[in-house]
């Protein structure tokens, strides 16, 4: 399966707030579409899933016209959708049959969901009494009750504490390996970088970087490295850099334990560690450097922080 976003744009009257969103992606990966609040996240997946209509651009499924009730989609909206007052289990196997699922499947499976999620001991109790991140819990058991193809989640991490996070995130890694096709939307960097092999961000409507999330930190790092001195302290150090090596490299940041450099003439890396073998410089570390997506969405997204 193979998803195509195409040239998305959409208008909220006379504002356009998607200018033209692009990205692609299959089954078996996840994409991470990241932005800032407003950026347009939420809005981009109610597009893709027939909530709004776009004004221009197209959404294809393997070459054809993305329908989405042709398929079996998972979503997890933002606005969450269960009901407060109603039990569990009842309300998942409620919604499960709206979703064409038999009665008995659905309780099979919305049982299994709450068991995975580590709160089957809640089925029968009514929603309202569960706490935030146990609510959560049961959306994205409700999302993936109906074992979908496709699965869009839309911060779902929001809300979870570290050891319930954890269990998501096994959760999601295991419906990569069975070769589902995820999204999710996030600001949340960190569980980005675990699973997604693919990023989109998206700033001001727009996607500003878009790709393989490996090959995007190695491009990045390119002609970049990280070096530290077991004699001098990262500031004297990056000082003696700047007096002696200018013409090898810059410092681009300096870090507590080290200086991340760029090099500025051919063969910077390696005319650098000759240079610093004939200095006094005691080298401690040195490495190529490979930035974090934390750092790479505060480069492309990060203007107005
Ligand atoms: N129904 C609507 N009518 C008018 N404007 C809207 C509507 N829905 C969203 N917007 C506007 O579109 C922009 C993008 O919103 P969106 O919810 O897609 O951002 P987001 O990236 O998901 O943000 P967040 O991380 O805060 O959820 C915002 O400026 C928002 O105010």
């Given at each position: 399966m193979k998803l195509e976003v195409r040239e998305i744009r959409k208008s909220f009257g006379d504002k356009e707030i998607l200018h033209g969103i692009s990205f692609e992606v299959e089954n078996g990966k996840a994409l991470g579409l990241l932005g800032r609040n407003g950026a347009g996240k939420t809005t981009t997946i109610r597009v893709l899933m027939d909530v709004f209509r776009a004004n221009s651009g197209e959404i294809l499924m393997d070459g054809r016209k993305f329908i989405p009730k042709e398929y079996k989609i998972g979503y997890l909206p933002e606005e969450r959708g269960l009901?407060?007052?109603?039990?569990v289990l009842e309300q998942m196997v409620y919604l499960a049959n709206l979703r064409g699922m038999g009665q008995r499947e659905a309780k099979e499976s919305g049982k299994a969901w709450l068991e995975r999620m580590g709160?089957?001991?809640?089925?029968?109790?009514?929603?309202?009494?569960?706490s935030k991140g146990n609510q959560q819990k049961v959306q994205l058991a409700q999302t993936l009750i109906c074992n979908p193809d496709i699965i869009i989640l839309d911060?779902?991490?929001?809300?979870?504490d570290p050891v319930n996070s954890q269990i998501l995130k096994d959760v999601v890694k295991e419906q990569i390996a069975l070769g589902r096709l995820v999204i999710f939307s996030s600001h949340q960097m960190n569980y980005v970088e675990e699973f997604c092999e693919e990023i989109a961000i998206i700033n001001h409507g727009q996607i500003v970087l878009n790709g393989n999330l490996r090959e995007i930190k190695r491009s990045y790092g390119e002609n970049r490295l990280t070096i530290s001195a077991a004699n001098y302290q990262p500031d004297v150090l990056e000082e003696k850099l700047e007096k002696e090596f200018s013409d090898i490299v810059k410092v681009v940041k300096k870090k507590k334990d080290y200086l991340i450099l760029e090099g500025v003439c051919k063969g910077a890396k390696k005319r650098l560690l000759e240079m610093l073998a004939a200095s006094d410089i005691d080298l401690e570390q040195t490495g190529n450097y490979e930035p974090s997506l934390n750092d790479i969405f505060v480069m492309k997204a990060g203007d107005e922080a």
């Open positions: 009901y407060p007052m109603k039990k709160i089957g001991e809640y089925a029968e109790r009514k929603l309202e009494t569960l911060e779902p991490f929001s809300g979870l």
